[in-house]
Each structure stands twice: as structure tokens, then as C-alpha cells.
Nanobody, 118 residues
Framework: QVQLVESGGGLVQPGGSLRLSCAAS????????MGWYRQAPGKEREFVAH???????DYAYSVKGRFTISRDNAKNTVYLQMNSLKAEDTAVYYC????????????WGQGTQVTVSS
């Protein structure tokens, strides 16, 4: 099994930036893709971004151009740099792993809260 530990959430003003980190441990050889989902209050969980082991990335339309996902394979860590944050980005952000690029998540982190408010 894979264990995921997220960090970096918090409160930020609109237009500000935050960087989320997620470190994986355990059965890391099964990991192909790492990424992020989020869930806002009263809404369903949604895809945010992911990155494959060779560096290919995909983003949700709502965050493209504002968020950047990156990965350090040596540290089994994925990052999400979030810029130009908006109130609608407020959500619990979950780190995930997948065995293939567009497969369903196979492991979830515990989630980290991101709140964008003035």
C-alpha cells in the first residue's frame, strides 16, 4: 500500500499563492501518476491536476495557467504551486496516486484545507 502525507494548505487572500506538497511512502513502485483532487463544501470531489512519472501533465480547465504541478521522483514527492488564487479555489485538496495516467486514483491522502478569503 501507498501512504500519502500532504502539507502546505492554509488561508490566503485572493490573488495570493500557496504551494502544496505530498510525500509518498510504502509500495511506491506501483505509482505511475501522482496528482491532486479537491472538494469544495457542498460539491463533488473533482480532478485538479496530475503528472506522470515521465513528466507529462494534465490540468482541469479551471486551474490551467494558474496552477503548476511538479514532481521529484527521487523524493517520491509531488508539488502543486497555486498562483492567482480565487475564492472558488477554496476546498480540501487531496493528493492521489494512480497506476496509469487516466486511471482512477488508487490511494488518497488525508487532505489539506485551502481557504481563499479576504
Amino acid at each position: 500500500q501507498v501512504q500519502l502525507v500532504e502539507s502546505g494548505g492554509g488561508l490566503v487572500q485572493p490573488g495570493g499563492s500557496l504551494r502544496l506538497s505530498c510525500a509518498a511512502s510504502g509500495s511506491i513502485l506501483s505509482i505511475n501518476t501522482m496528482g491532486w483532487y479537491r472538494q469544495a463544501p457542498g460539491k463533488e470531489r473533482e480532478f485538479v491536476a496530475h503528472i506522470t512519472s515521465d513528466g507529462s501533465t494534465d490540468y482541469a480547465y479551471s486551474v490551467k495557467g494558474r496552477f503548476t504541478i511538479s514532481r521529484d521522483n527521487a523524493k517520491n514527492t509531488v508539488y502543486l504551486q497555486m498562483n492567482s488564487l480565487k475564492a472558488e479555489d477554496t476546498a480540501v485538496y487531496y493528493c492521489v496516486t494512480k497506476s496509469r495516467r487516466w486511471g482512477s486514483p488508487t490511494a488518497w491522502g488525508q487532505g489539506t484545507q485551502v481557504t481563499v478569503s479576504s
